[in-house]
């Protein structure tokens, strides 16, 4: 299995607060990926980086930022978290662009209140 | 824009019998197709890819899918299928999305309950 953790697994929020959400590969792949899982919308894409500090955004990037500093982390930030971002968040990699395979991380469960 | 149609929310399926999950696609251009798996609480495990060649291709678990061009069609397959096949299937297809990256547009799933 791809080295790629998340953390925290869970998390519990109320709305308004900040959340920053953590994934760590051991892979040394260029590429990560931000996705949200919800009922009857399949993964959408947040944000995905294609190198440190090189990042841009997907299709549901409102209300949504992200950092890469260092290849094997890729942060995902909501500013001010509403009950909309409820949700399952999954991070990805890949050696190259999407059309390579993408290993998932083991996802974190939002739900805010 | 690229898009991915999958049309059955649910579906049950005996064990033993044979499976055939629906994706239909939409690009402008030479798609790259994939099925991922997700079990319950886990992440997505890729099954298969199509980027060329032969249009059948086989993947892990005894799965197979096959492209078809002409009803830009990816339907997976497989011949017997068991128990610890319950899971919810993903279909997926690759685009140029900004800057030569491309990016994955998935399919909004299918959930498959096996029954003994």
């Known amino acids: 299995d791809a080295g790629i953790t998340q953390s925290p697994r869970h998390k519990v929020t109320e709305t308004g607060t900040p959340v920053t959400l953590r994934c760590h590969q051991t892979e040394n792949h260029r590429y990560m990926y931000w996705y949200r899982q919800d009922p009857g919308h399949g993964l959408r894409l947040i944000h995905y980086?294609?190198?440190?500090?090189?990042?841009d955004k997907g299709e549901v990037s409102d209300g949504y930022s992200v950092s890469r500093s260092k290849t094997e982390d890729f942060l995902l930030t909501l500013e001010s978290a509403t009950s909309s971002q409820t949700s399952v968040y999954f991070c990805?990699?890949?050696?190259?662009?999407?059309?390579?395979?993408?290993?998932f991380g083991p996802g974190t469960r939002l739900t805010v209140t | 824009a690229q898009s991915v149609t999958q049309p059955d929310i649910h579906i049950t399926v005996s064990e033993g019998a044979s499976l055939e999950l629906r994706c239909n696609y939409s690009?402008?251009?030479?798609?790259?197709l994939f099925w991922y798996v997700q079990s319950p609480g886990q992440g997505l495990q890729l099954l298969l890819k199509y980027f060329s060649g032969d249009t059948l291709v086989q993947g892990i678990k005894g799965f197979e899918a096959e492209f078809k061009r002409s009803q830009s069609s990816f339907n997976l397959r497989k011949p017997s299928v068991h128990w610890s096949d319950a899971a919810e299937y993903f279909c997926?297809?690759?685009?140029?999305?900004?800057?030569?990256?491309?990016?994955?547009?998935f399919g909004t799933g299918t959930r498959l309950t096996i029954i003994p």
């Open positions: 997926a297809v690759g685009a140029i999305f900004n800057f030569g990256n491309e990016k994955l547009t």
């Open positions: 990805a990699i890949s050696e190259e662009p999407g059309a390579y395979e993408q290993y």
């Open positions: 980086s294609y190198g440190v500090k090189d990042t």
């Open positions: 690009y402008g251009a030479t798609p790259y």
